[in-house]
């Protein structure tokens, strides 16, 4: 049994800590702005329109919120591995494999904390009042124009929450992390992994360290975001 004197035990334990947490914020941070590069377009797209397709689209990018990231995980692991449709491409720019690596990571980050960003947005989007869009649009505002000056700073608090969200939320996912990711110290090894690591090693100490740091950090992200919606949709 491994003691919990752990950073006695290997001197590097310190170093590969901030290597594990600078691996976490660089992901998640990484993450999120990507997130709002998709949710935003897409969120007021959605918050437009209605039918089969916009219905069709919103349910494949909530999956994640009902599918287990194990499955999610599995089948990025196949799709983007050696063997998958985008190896032919990625031998031209001399990778074998985008599994096991951290813009691997990205992409199934991206892909499980869509619907947390996603979902505030188009929220957000659908809450503009329409007579403040026929105001600018009597005032010949073209599209581009009602959404950067009507619609935008109506939602920004949405985004700023969707933000947000998907940044905790990438920062303490695990089973998608550990399907394509692995567990590589240095490359893809996280916060989550690592207490998994601890827990496997018996190094409770470790892993109780870890996880009430997350825990604080999960419940003042909530906390925050609650003081900053007064609509209570937190």
Not at 118 to 139: C, D, K, N, Q, Y
Not at 168 to 193: K, Y
């Amino acid at each position: 049994m491994r003691e919990s004197g752990a950073r006695r035990e290997f001197p590097g334990y310190e170093q590969s800590m901030i290597e594990v947490i600078a691996t976490s914020l660089e992901l998640a941070g990484t993450t999120s702005i990507l997130l709002l590069l998709i949710a935003i377009p897409l969120g007021w797209w959605l918050a437009q329109k209605r039918g089969w397709g916009a219905d069709m689209i919103a349910a494949a990018a909530a999956l994640p919120l009902v599918l287990p990231p194990t499955v999610l995980g599995f089948y990025l692991l196949l799709f983007l591995g050696p063997h998958g449709p985008w190896a032919p491409i990625l031998r031209l720019f001399g990778l074998r494999t985008l599994a096991f690596s951290f813009p691997g990571l990205v992409i199934g980050s991206l892909i499980y904390s869509l619907p947390f960003a996603l979902t505030p947005i188009r929220a957000g989007f659908a809450a503009v009042p329409p007579h403040l869009m026929e105001a600018a649009t009597s005032l010949r505002a073209g599209a581009f124009d009602r959404f950067r000056h009507v619609a935008l700073p109506i939602a920004r608090p949405s985004i700023v929450a969707a933000l947000i969200l998907g940044f905790a939320h990438t920062l303490g996912e695990f089973g998608v992390v550990l399907m394509i990711g692995g567990d590589i110290p240095g490359h893809t090894r996280v916060l989550s992994t690592s207490i998994f690591d601890a827990v496997e090693e018996l190094d409770y100490t470790t892993a109780h360290e870890l996880s009430a740091g997350l825990l604080v950090f999960s419940f003042l992200t909530i906390l925050a975001l609650r003081r900053f919606d007064r609509s209570g949709a937190i």
